[in-house]
């Protein structure tokens, strides 16, 4: 059974920073698409970042461009995603996200593959 577990989320002032991050099990995990998302309330779901994690290719949204870093550990089985300079509007749970299965870089980064498992969700709360 394919398990996703983010962890990491909190409450932090504007200019913060936190750490989330995505254990994968049940998995296997090389060579496959994972993604981090958010939903704040009244908001539409709205992908964050994603990464190819045979080949670490990235992309990310307009609004985190600079701020946040989508990164893996391919030995823990685990994505995490770095957010720097966090602004109120960053407010959200997030959720991680991944491939069914094995991806390519075409798949995940260019054409932006749907993915099939998520996680619970983390909840990040950003205050001016």
């Known amino acids: 059974q394919v398990q996703l577990v983010e962890s990491g989320g909190g409450s932090v002032q504007t200019g913060g920073s936190l750490r989330l991050s995505c254990a994968a099990s049940?998995?296997?995990?090389?060579?496959?698409?994972m993604g981090w998302f958010r939903q704040a309330p009244g908001k539409e779901r709205e992908e964050v970042a994603r990464?190819?994690?045979?080949?670490?290719?990235?992309t990310y949204a307009d609004s985190v461009k600079g701020r946040f870093t989508i990164s893996q550990d391919n030995a823990k089985n685990t994505v995490y995603l770095q957010m720097n300079s966090l602004k109120p509007e960053d407010t959200a749970m997030y959720y991680c996200?991944?491939?069914?299965?094995?991806?390519?870089?075409?798949?995940?980064?260019?054409?932006?593959?749907?993915?099939?498992?998520w996680g619970q969700g983390t909840q990040v709360t950003v205050s001016s």
């Open positions: 990464i190819y994690t045979g080949g670490s290719s990235t």
């Open positions: 996200a991944a491939s069914y299965g094995e991806s390519t870089y075409y798949r995940c980064i260019y054409s932006r593959e749907n993915f099939g498992y």
């Open positions: 049940g998995y296997t995990y090389s060579g496959n698409c």
